[in-house]
């Protein structure tokens, strides 16, 4: 039982030091932008962008897992257009996935009220939040309390969940899990 607890803690250590963000490691400004360039380009992304508050955009997120996994990316947050500040995500989760990816996420905040939630400390998404790669078609599953539901909505008013809307894109890597449930967000003013 002891072999079991020390190697889900030893696992536990790396993966937060392979995926927690280092202030040192921050997505700059100028790769916010090259990112949200690209959302601008797929699906609906950039009908919801141009009536939504405000949103974050992480450029790069690196998530792995094998039973227990983890994930973390830093990025920016704008609201009307103006860079606001930074933001950090960290993600643990136990259950069933193995492999690695890399991907870049946009939050879209509808309105100035979802906007100050998320900017306000601390923000979390409900452990059952899903997002699914733009490349292979566009789902929002987006929560503060723990519920989900999926986009089916190509006209993109049906994403807006709970006045937000996630969309995720595929960088590299192959994991079987599609969770955004779970990540935990801090949010640092300029």
């Known amino acids: 039982m002891n072999k079991i607890l020390l190697t889900i803690i030893a696992t536990l250590l790396l993966l937060q030091a392979v995926f927690v963000p280092?202030?040192?490691?921050?997505?700059?400004?100028?790769?916010?932008l090259e990112t949200l360039g690209k959302f601008k380009e797929l699906g609906?992304?950039?009908?919801?962008?141009?009536?939504?508050?405000?949103y974050a955009i992480l450029p790069t997120i690196g998530?792995?897992?094998?039973?227990?996994?983890?994930?973390?990316?830093?990025?920016?947050?704008?609201?009307?257009?103006?860079?606001?500040?930074?933001?950090?995500?960290?993600?643990?989760?136990?259950g069933w996935q193995l492999g690695g990816q890399a991907y870049s996420q946009i939050i879209l905040f509808k309105n100035a009220d979802t906007y100050d939630d998320f900017t306000a400390g601390r923000f979390e998404f409900g452990a059952d939040a899903t997002a699914v790669a733009l490349t292979y078609?566009?789902?929002?599953?987006?929560?503060t309390k723990g519920a989900s539901a999926s986009?089916?909505?190509?006209?993109?008013?049906?994403?807006?969940?709970?006045?937000?809307?996630?969309?995720?894109?595929?960088?590299?890597?192959?994991?079987?899990?599609?969770?955004?449930?779970?990540?935990?967000?801090?949010?640092?003013p300029l």
């Open 22 to 32: 280092r202030a040192d490691a921050a997505a700059s400004l100028e790769d916010c």
């Open 44 to 54: 609906n992304v950039p009908e919801m962008l141009a009536e939504s508050y405000g």
């Open 63 to 94: 998530k792995g897992g094998f039973g227990i996994g983890g994930a973390g990316g830093t990025g920016c947050v704008f609201k009307q257009g103006t860079h606001t500040g930074k933001v950090t995500m960290g993600q643990i989760t136990i």
């Open 137 to 143: 078609g566009a789902q929002a599953g987006v929560s």
């Open 151 to 188: 986009a089916g909505d190509t006209k993109g008013t049906g994403m807006w969940k709970r006045g937000m809307a996630v969309f995720t894109l595929a960088k590299g890597g192959l994991m079987y899990e599609a969770s955004i449930g779970g990540q935990k967000f801090n949010f640092k």
